[in-house]
């Protein structure tokens, strides 16, 4: 799983299906089946991570593997060694499974093609986050239904952020229509050339009435972008409470976290329990990444 460019709407839909049939073992700790051997999963995380990391180590604790976290810091990496021979180490070791996030676009296909075992995209530095794309997915397939024909908002820093890019190929695969909204040092007119399913516009205001939910995403301070944006970023693309009464009934809002509260989304948005799907989103990305583990380790046995 390096990536949801390449995927269609009936594998994402299978995966979806997967991780829905988990989701009570996540939700109400009903026991998940008993694997035949407990697997080892390496979770190798050189850039920060509060969700997806401990995502991944509840999915693997929760399927009964054995999850084994290495981070940047403290590892041999500060001392000069390679992605890849950091990686070929840790599979050496005897691990099933190697989950990784790089700063590094293509890090985790870099890996994967250079050690034998199945390797997950964790996050690769601009580029892809799938794991995230497929709970959002799952999250807007439950409170949407089918997402053929829906439009789905995302706004903010859409330049450096890999979850609109996975988001891009996993809800135009889906049917729906894709429109990235934010200001122009951080939404390239390129960004069209994704197709049909995606618009682009810098008008947050003149897109609200027609969506069916709404994804909003943090300014990437770590990518630099802070340089790239205005003081009153919030008043043009921030989600207020204003910006909400414009939406129509049951719109889900989705971040994917962090959130910056009072700059792209304000407190009394996150915290609206009949529109916020943000927590929602973190329960599901535990179903996710458990049928993304399950899947690894059935291509590794394959
Ligand atoms: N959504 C997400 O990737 O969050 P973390 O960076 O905390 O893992």
Same mark, same amino acid.
Not at 112 to 122: F, K, Q, W
């Given at each position: ?17 997967? %991780? ?8 109400? *700790? ?14 190798? #995380? ?13 999915? %693997? ?13 403290? =590892? ?10 950091? %990686? ?27 050690? !034998? ?43 450096? =952020? ?12 889906? !049917? ?33 009435? =027609? ?23 919030? #008043? ?20 994917? *976290? ?40 059935? =291509?590794?046995?394959?």
């Amino acid at each position: 799983m390096l990536g949801l460019r390449d995927l269609g709407s009936e594998m994402l839909e299978s995966i979806l299906d997967r %991780a829905e049939s988990l989701l009570p073992v996540v939700r109400d *700790g009903a026991a998940s089946p008993v694997p035949e051997r407990r697997a080892m999963i390496g979770l190798l #995380f050189l850039e920060n991570s509060t969700r997806t990391r401990c995502s991944f180590e509840v999915a %693997a604790s929760r399927l009964g593997h054995q999850p084994v976290v290495l981070t940047g810091r403290g =590892s041999s990496l500060d001392k000069g060694e390679s992605l890849v021979d950091t %990686a070929a180490n840790l599979a050496a070791m005897g691990l099933d499974v190697l989950v990784i996030r790089s700063a590094i676009a293509g890090g985790a296909a870099l890996v994967a093609r250079n050690i !034998g075992i199945p390797v997950v995209n964790a996050g690769d530095g601009r580029h892809e986050h799938p794991t995230q794309a497929l709970l959002d997915a799952s999250t807007l397939r439950a409170r949407l239904g089918s997402l053929a024909g829906k439009r789905v908002l995302i706004v903010g820093d859409i330049l450096n =952020s890999r979850v609109a890019r996975s988001n891009i190929h996993a809800l135009t695969a889906m !049917g729906a229509t894709v429109v990235l909204v934010g200001p122009p040092p951080l939404l390239p007119w390129t960004f069209a050339e994704f197709g049909p399913g995606v618009e682009v516009t810098h008008d947050l205001d003149g897109v609200l009435e =027609s969506a069916d939910a709404v994804m909003m995403l943090r300014i990437q301070l770590e990518r630099d972008a802070g340089r790239a944006v205005a003081s009153d970023y919030r #008043f043009a693309f921030g989600l207020t409470v204003d910006r909400l009464t414009r939406l129509g009934p049951g719109v889900p809002i989705l971040h994917p *976290g962090p959130m910056n509260r009072g700059v792209e989304i304000d407190d009394a948005v996150s915290a609206d329990i009949a529109r916020s799907s943000i927590l929602e989103q973190v329960t599901r990305g535990v179903a996710i990444r458990m049928a993304i583990i399950d899947r690894a380790l059935e =291509s590794g046995a394959g």
